[in-house]
């Protein structure tokens, strides 16, 4: 008797996660399906475009998901959609909390009304944590939530969320919360991609020979994206659910020693600026997180060193400016 492939669907699968997570999920031959607004770009699937299938569907839309739902009846979604850029929380804090948290609300309650049983993963952040003390990294799960951002807000929202679904109903949801990821496809506004976006256009001559930086100092654990999705899909098939992980590498990098090792990749000779508009009201010191719990559940272990992550990722751009 021939076994039935996996049903899986991505929320977000258009933008830098969930593209990545597409293409791990394919070589898995799984049967994928991704949830995609008429208006998102489709920049990061377009080479994927005929091996998945994407259903027009919007996270503040019920009507929509309802629809979703009974006809592609998934064994495991991936929930990754999201207002993600921290900064931008401040500026629209309502806009953040709506998508992050009615926008999983309505995930789960058509999850509910299709009567199916899906595996579900959410993807929670290190965010929630903010202000961390000196003598609690590295982070554990039981580490006291104090978040710093309406992001981070909304992030603790979601999390409790999903622990109350899965006691409510019986949900089978399995909270991460992933730590800084980065790599190709990574947003231009987040720190390493600005970054590389900005030196690849010095190299070319678009701009002058300036970059632009906030705060420096600010310890970071940055993990591989293609790590992140891998983890993201041994969490469905390993974790408890009701549990929260962390995902993370373990080891914190000064956004400095980044920003180094990409200048380290390039000829170009720069001036460094601080540019007050990307400095934060307040700002986490470090984020270091402790990746036992899950290490131990499944054993994943992060393979790509961050110097490979960051040349992927300065070529990335040098392709497109």
Same mark, same amino acid.
């Given at each position: ?8 669907l991505?929320?977000?699968i258009?933008?830098?996660a969930?593209?990545h997570? #597409? ?10 399906y ?6 998102a770009s ?5 080479h994927?475009?005929?091996?998945l299938?994407?259903?027009e569907a919007?996270?503040l ?10 006809? +592609?009846?998934?064994d495991?979604?991936f929930?990754?959609?999201? @207002?993600?850029f921290? !900064?931008?929380? $401040?500026?629209s *804090?309502a806009v953040?909390?709506? %998508?992050?948290?009615?926008?999983? %609300? ?8 299709a @009567?199916?049983?899906?595996?579900i993963q959410?993807?929670c952040?290190?965010e ?6 000196e003598d609690?990294? !590295? ?11 309406? =992001?981070g807000?909304s992030?603790v ?5 999903? =622990? @109350?679904?899965?006691k ?5 949801i399995?909270r991460t919360?992933?730590f800084n990821?980065?790599? !190709?496809r990574r947003?231009e506004?987040?720190?390493n991609?600005?970054?590389a976006? @900005? /030196? ?6 678009? &701009?002058?020979?300036v970059i ?6 600010a310890?970071?654990?940055f ?5 992140? +999705?891998?983890?993201?899909?041994? #969490?469905?098939?390993?974790?408890? *659910?009701g549990?929260?992980y ?6 914190? $990098? ?8 990409l200048?380290?990749?390039? &000829? %170009?000779?720069?001036?460094i /600026?601080?540019d *007050?508009a990307?400095?934060? *009201?307040?700002?986490?010191?470090i984020l ?5 719990k ?10 790509? !060193?961050l110097?490979?992550?960051? &040349?992927?990722?300065?070529?990335? $751009?040098r392709?497109? +400016?």
């Amino acid at each position: 008797m021939t076994k039935l492939k996996k049903r899986a669907l991505i929320t977000g699968i258009t933008g830098f996660a969930g593209s990545h997570l #597409a293409e791990f999920l394919l070589k898995e031959k799984v049967d994928l399906y991704g949830i995609c607004r008429w208006r998102a770009s489709r920049d990061n699937i377009l080479h994927l475009n005929k091996k998945l299938k994407l259903i027009e569907a919007d996270l503040l839309d019920s009507h929509s998901l309802d629809a979703l739902m009974l006809e +592609v009846r998934p064994d495991l979604i991936f929930h990754l959609a999201a @207002q993600s850029f921290v !900064p931008a929380s $401040w500026t629209s *804090p309502a806009v953040t909390l709506e %998508t992050n948290l009615v926008g999983t %609300t309505n995930l789960f309650e058509a999850v509910r009304r299709a @009567q199916i049983d899906p595996v579900i993963q959410i993807a929670c952040s290190s965010e929630e944590y903010g202000l961390v003390k000196e003598d609690e990294v !590295p982070i554990k799960e039981t580490n006291p939530l104090r978040p710093l951002s309406p =992001y981070g807000v909304s992030k603790v929202a979601m999390d409790y969320l999903g =622990y @109350q679904y899965f006691k409510s109903y019986g949900m089978k949801i399995i909270r991460t919360r992933g730590f800084n990821h980065t790599g !190709p496809r990574r947003g231009e506004v987040f720190v390493n991609s600005t970054f590389a976006k @900005q /030196i690849a256009e010095i190299e070319k001559s678009k &701009k002058e020979s300036v970059i632009r930086v906030g705060n420096l100092e600010a310890k970071r654990d940055f993990t591989d994206v293609r790590d992140m +999705v891998r983890a993201y899909y041994l #969490a469905v098939l390993k974790c408890e *659910p009701g549990e929260v992980y962390n995902i993370c590498s373990g080891k914190a $990098w000064r956004i400095k020693d980044c920003l180094e090792m990409l200048l380290g990749m390039s &000829k %170009t000779k720069v001036k460094i /600026i601080k540019d *007050p508009a990307r400095m934060r *009201p307040s700002d986490i010191p470090i984020l270091l997180g402790d990746n036992s719990k899950f290490v131990e559940k499944t054993g994943w272990q992060p393979e790509i !060193p961050l110097k490979k992550t960051l &040349k992927d990722l300065l070529n990335y $751009w040098r392709k497109r +400016v």
